[in-house]
Structure formats: structure tokens, C-alpha cells
DNA sequence: AGACGTACCTGACCGC
DNA sequence: TGCGGTCAGGTACGTC
């Protein structure tokens, strides 16, 4: 489940806890999460020394020093621990123990996420990265980028924030929390958004990842003085899963409808 | 090219 | 207690 806000603080809490340790022993319990295992992960991992965390998109990127990099997906369902009492959980995938004596394991029951082992060097180019959009809390995201996106798009507004290949890391959570933020109703056909609307838009989008960003951090602290989970904190919604609740704004009725499978909340007073 | 449906998988919950 | 249905925060792929 984890959307954007999630992945960038399970990555700032991974760094101080992984970085500059060496991996001593890999294990891999599952022969496939959404794609195969890496051949050969255990012994690829062994012995190799942890550079630096990044993130692209909902990606966990762990750096090794010999120009290789771990790189995680969390799916729907995935979680990471570090720990220095590690305890074998069902569903965890994979077992990293490292040269401080902390362990870290990816537990994943509905297995939608995925581990690769990548050349550092190849990842933009690589078939899970190449066609991937662009990052949304980048300055180069603006309401022009967002209107030229979406300009000659005819499918409704929330499909194409959620479209990765447009704008990554907007998952089902976030794009009704930044539609709502922006007033803009979720099955409006995307391309008849005004540049005004695109511009409150990508304003809400960035505004909505960054706050959920700050509360994660709020939660860090909390984890950095424990052994425990990564992957899901505590939110506050306006709309998500809020229906029948009052709008905050109008005291309106929140109501719920499914848009490609999904449950979309919206405030029908509030948004048009 | 873009839109849309479907598939992948487990577990929690709800009504009967 | 069990059973069937529904739901869950993501992504890739096939088809039209």
C-alpha cells in the first residue's frame, strides 16, 4: 500500500540504520514475489557493503558498493523491518543480517511487490524504471507540465494522476486527498481541466505529499527508538474512507464511488 | 497512442 | 464454525 510519503521515510529511516553496513548472510524464502527472485540473490548479497538508500517513483533503492543495487517494491502489501531480535514472520520474502547486528526483512503477504537486483548504472534505463514519469515534488512539475500531460487525455482526472508513466507515486489515497484539496472532481475528463485548475492541482498534489511526508517523519522518530515496521503510519484523511463524514469545508455528506475498480471519496458539494 | 479490463495474491471482515 | 462475497494503499499486460 505504501504510496510515495511512505516509501520516502521507510527510505530516510533505512539510511542511518543500513548505510556503511556490510550484508553477512541473505536469505530468500520465496522463489517470486510480482516477478521472479534475482538468480543467485543470496550469493550476489553476501559480503557487499550498503552505499546509500534512494527512491524513484514508490522504489527502494539500496546502493552496493560494487556497482549493483538492491532494488524493493512494496506492492500493496509490503513491509520492511530492521531489527536486532529478528523473529522469522510468515511472508517474510527476504532476510538480510548485517555487519551491525541489525537485521532487515521485507515482509509481503500479498507478494504484489518485488525484489531486482539492478547495475546502478542501468537502473533509469531498465524496464521497471524507463517508463516511469516524472516525480511529482520536483520543481520541473508545475501546472504547465501537468496541463501538457494531460491535455489530449480523455480518460477522467484521477485515472491519469494515478498513471505512473504521467506522474509517479500518486497511489488511490492521494489522489483523492489532492483532488478534493484542489476542488476538482474526480471523474472530470482530464483534458478539460483549465491551466488554473491544473495549476491548484499539482499545487495539491505536492502539498498533500508533503504534509503526509512530515507526518511520517512525526511517526520515524518514534521507530528510530524501537525495533519495528516500516510502511505504514497513521494518516489523517479529509476524504479517504471518509464517507458520510461531513466535508470540513461544507458539511456536506463524503460520498464513495468506484472508478476503474477503485474507491474514489469525494465531496459533491466541494468539487467540480 | 490511449483506454480499458484483467490478472497477480493473501487476509480481514461481514452477513448468513 | 464455516462459507461465500467484498474489500484492501500497485502495477503490468493484452486487446480493441
Known amino acids: 500500500m505504501p504510496e510515495l510519503p511512505e516509501v520516502e521515510t521507510i527510505c530516510r529511516g533505512l539510511e542511518p540504520k543500513l548505510a556503511g ?8 524464502n520465496t522463489p517470486k514475489l510480482r516477478i521472479a527472485m534475482p538468480t543467485k540473490l543470496e550469493q550476489k548479497l553476501k559480503n557487499k557493503t550498503i552505499t546509500a538508500i534512494k527512491r524513484r517513483a ?21 513491509r520492511v523491518t530492521v531489527t536486532k531480535n529478528y523473529q522469522a514472520k510468515k511472508h517474510d520474502h527476504l532476510v538480510l543480517k548485517l555487519s551491525n547486528g541489525q537485521t532487515m526483512a521485507l515482509n509481503d503477504p500479498r507478494r504484489f511487490g518485488l525484489v531486482a537486483l539492478i547495475p546502478t548504472a542501468e537502473i533509469d ?9 516524472i516525480e511529482p515534488l520536483s520543481t520541473k512539475f508545475n501546472g504547465a507540465y501537468l496541463a501538457n ?6 480518460r477522467d482526472i484521477k485515472s ?15 489522489a483523492s486527498e489532492s483532488l478534493y484539496l484542489s476542488k476538482i472532481h474526480p471523474e472530470r475528463e482530464a483534458a478539460t481541466l483549465s491551466n488554473k485548475e491544473c495549476e ?18 512525526s511517526s520515524l522518530r518514534d521507530y528510530r527508538q524501537a525495533d519495528g515496521e516500516m510502511g505504514y503510519f497513521q494518516h489523517s484523511f479529509k476524504v479517504y474512507d471518509q464517507s458520510g463524514q461531513p466535508c470540513h ?4 455528506a463524503i460520498v464513495r464511488i468506484k472508478q476503474a475498480g477503485r474507491s474514489t471519496y469525494y465531496c459533491p458539494n466541494c468539487q467540480i
Request: charged fraction near 20%.
Open 249 to 252: 469545508k461544507c458539511k456536506t
Open 125 to 133: 534505463s531498465d524496464k521497471l524504471f524507463v517508463n516511469l514519469g
Open 21 to 28: 553496513s556490510t550484508i553477512t548472510a541473505a536469505k530468500s
Open 58 to 78: 514508490k522504489y527502494i533503492i539500496i546502493e552496493l558498493d560494487d556497482e549493483l543495487s538492491l532494488v524493493i517494491h512494496l506492492g500493496m502489501s509490503g
Open 160 to 174: 491519469c494522476i494515478m498513471d505512473a508513466s504521467l506522474v509517479v507515486g500518486v497511489g488511490n489515497i492521494y
Open 149 to 154: 500531460l494531460i491535455q489530449k487525455r480523455h
Open 200 to 217: 491548484e492541482l499539482s499545487k495539491a498534489i505536492k502539498q498533500t505529499l508533503k504534509a503526509a511526508i512530515k507526518a511520517g517523519g
